[in-house]
Nanobody
Framework: QVQLVESGGGLVQAGGSLKLSCAPS????????MGWYSQAPGKERELVAS???????KYGDSWKGRFTISRDSTKNTVYLQMDSLKPEDTAVYYC?????????????WGKGTLVTVSS
């Protein structure tokens, strides 16, 4: 079973930036859709941003205009550039990847990386 591995989380002051990365733990066929989800303490996991294999992007309203998702299909890697960070962005950020195959839809998750924004 392919695992997704996130990196780049940490502690940053409000107004600062971080860049998250996510890649599979082993070589695998390219994913169709990749994305990032956020789960703050006591809240449900919600979509931050997603990107399709054609480069089409989608953002959650809370992060639109501040975060940018991108991917390197040659490395099967997805990135999240986080700018103008706010204390309310503090959460665990999970990487997600989806593969559409003849046998079904396969959904992969990382274990999450913690982002803490201090005021």
């Amino acid at each position: 079973q392919v695992q997704l591995v996130e990196s780049g989380g940490g502690l940053v002051q409000a107004g600062g930036s971080l860049k998250l990365s996510c890649a599979p733990s082993e070589s695998t066929r390219s994913f169709d859709d990749m994305g990032w989800y956020s789960q703050a303490p006591g809240k449900e996991r919600e979509l931050v941003a997603s990107i399709s294999d054609t480069g089409s992007t989608k953002y959650g309203d809370s992060w639109k205009g501040r975060f940018t998702i991108s991917r390197d299909s040659t490395k099967n890697t997805v990135y999240l550039q986080m700018d103008s960070l706010k204390p309310e962005d503090t959460a665990v950020y999970y990487c997600n990847a989806v593969s559409h195959r003849w046998s079904g839809i396969y959904n992969y998750w990382g274990k999450g990386t913690l982002v803490t924004v201090s005021s």
